[in-house]
């Protein structure tokens, strides 16, 4: 499914994005983060709780009834499906955020902080979401803990970097925004032609599990910043970055951990999810973006109105 000159080209483009996350760190950012921190805090619920409920529940609901001594690889999916909704966002959020003239700052500052935390709370949650699903499919904690500490590196140079050269942390920061978005297409493009025949007998129950996750990812994140009385537009920041789950990590995190046709079965949700997300999240944006724009012209008219009768 993924070959190994992919999975190297895969490990070097994590780098290469990674670095671009920490060039668009500064200390400033954390400054203006701990002055509104409740954007983040709820980023934080949402990526490390509620998300991962979302993927335990529909792995129960959907993918673990079908799942028997017979038919072990609905185990695989599973545990796969649980993997992928306990990472932290990507650097692909903060590409959608933008266009759909979201709160770029907020996206940003969530997919840093939960990157930067995700060494502890990935494994943790992961140990506890995974709790349960028999068969020899769990993914090692450890090895997500050292696949995100080896990330983290290129991260801490990207700061230092943006610290030192501005202006060459600036490129690194676009350059590694829009990686995120190729490494994506890469995995399609390279994928779907040559698994075509896998895609067609895929069962129903998988394709709910990779779409689902970022659907109901959206609709969580943006109905729970509601409830914590943030405003739309921040809301429709949180969704986009609860809905959108770092998929090339997850890819990456199965191809180290397993391999032959183990590895196929666990890799086959975290490949479809990074497909889907890139159709459910262009939608999603185009929504937004429009919300965005109606509440702007609203804003200006309701300012031109109290100008006139002043």
Known sequence: MISETETKLLGIMMIVIMLGMGASLTVKDFLIALRKPVGIGIGIVTTYLLTPIVGFTIAHLVLLPHASPEDTKWYAYAVSLILMACLPGGTT?????????????????????????????????????????????????ENV???????????????????????????????????????????VVSWVPRNWPLLLTTPWPVYFGAIGL?????????????????????????????????????????????????QQQVLLIPVLYSLFIVITASIATVFFRRKSEAEALARDRAKDGSVLAS
């Open 145 to 187: 803990a050292q696949v995100l500490f080896v990330l983290l590196v290129p991260t801490a140079i990207g700061m230092v970097l943006r610290k030192v050269n501005p202006n060459l942390g600036a490129t690194l920061e676009l350059v590694g925004g829009v990686l995120g978005v190729v490494v994506i297409l890469f995995l």
């Open 214 to 262: 970022g659907v109901f990812g959206f609709a969580v994140g943006y109905l729970f910043a509601r409830f914590v009385r943030q405003d739309p537009r921040r809301s429709r920041t949180i969704a986009l970055e609860t809905g959108i789950q770092n998929g090339p990590l997850g890819v990456l995190i199965v191809t180290l951990t397993f391999s032959g046709e183990q």
């Open 93 to 141: 959020s903060n590409i959608f955020n933008y266009f759909s003239k979201g709160v770029l700052s907020l996206s940003l500052l969530m997919t840093i902080v939960s990157t930067l935390l995700a060494v502890i709370m990935v494994p943790l949650t992961l140990g506890v979401f995974s709790m349960g699903i028999d068969g020899d499919w769990k993914i090692p904690p």
